[in-house]
């Protein structure tokens, strides 16, 4: 169910105070500058400059509300992490993800990027440390995967999981590319499954090479 298709730009805040009144479940995308996180939500959307996409990180300096067609919204926040951006700009980001994530009454769910050539820094690690105390379901894309082999790809999937497995099933991963446009069905499935528009596959959780066979798209 291409859920994310169609998304149509609604608003950009630049501080807590201007965030607009509860409207329909939210779904936030984060992830470390150059992640990857613009090029995945207009992969995502199958629109090509949804989100900006810049070769500079740190660029996406606003939370960013995006209708889709369900009701829900998806909300692209600033990258963190990105040593470049003046420290007194950093301060005011992490005010402004800090606030969201921890108050937005509607936020259901996050999508954490992370590059898949090097996953789980310590900021990632202190992202998904930090919100999943809130109970609220966190899904990894791994992206960039197209810059791996399909062993090493998978290899990382697999360790990725094994570090998240303390969490449980509120946390997943999975691969993804842009450039190949794999991953998309299945972080479409978990996003529906959050919103309660579908059912979850049992192999959802399941590394890739144990899915094969199965009808999902195998990235890699």
């Known amino acids: 169910m291409p859920i994310f298709r169609n998304a149509q730009f609604e608003i950009s805040i630049a501080k807590p105070s201007g965030l607009p009144p509860p409207n329909g479940s939210e779904i936030a995308f984060a992830g470390r500058s150059n992640a990857g996180k613009s090029s995945a939500i207009n992969t995502l959307a199958g629109h090509v400059r949804l989100a900006y996409v810049s070769k500079t990180p740190g660029r996406t300096q606003l939370l960013n509300f995006f209708r889709l067609n369900c009701g829900a919204c998806l909300v692209d926040l600033p990258g963190y992490g990105y ?96 450039l190949k446009k794999t991953g998309v069905e299945e972080c479409e499935r978990i996003v529906t499954g959050w919103l ?25």
């Open 196 to 220: 309660g528009m579908n059912e979850l596959a049992p192999d959802a959780a399941l590394p890739a090479d144990e899915t094969a066979g199965t009808k999902t798209k195998t990235p890699g």
């Open 83 to 178: 040593a470049a951006v003046p420290e007194k700009i950093r301060r005011e980001w992490g005010g402004l993800i800090e606030t969201y994530l921890k108050e937005r009454e509607n936020l259901i769910g996050l999508v954490l990027m992370m590059d898949s050539r090097r996953p789980m820094t310590e900021l990632d690690r202190q992202m998904i440390g930090w919100f999943a105390p809130s109970g609220r379901p966190i899904h990894v894309l791994l992206t960039k995967s197209d810059k791996l082999s399909r062993g090493p790809a998978n290899a990382t999937l697999i360790a990725v999981r094994k570090e998240l497995a303390a969490y449980g099933p509120q946390v997943t991963a999975q691969l993804f590319s842009s």
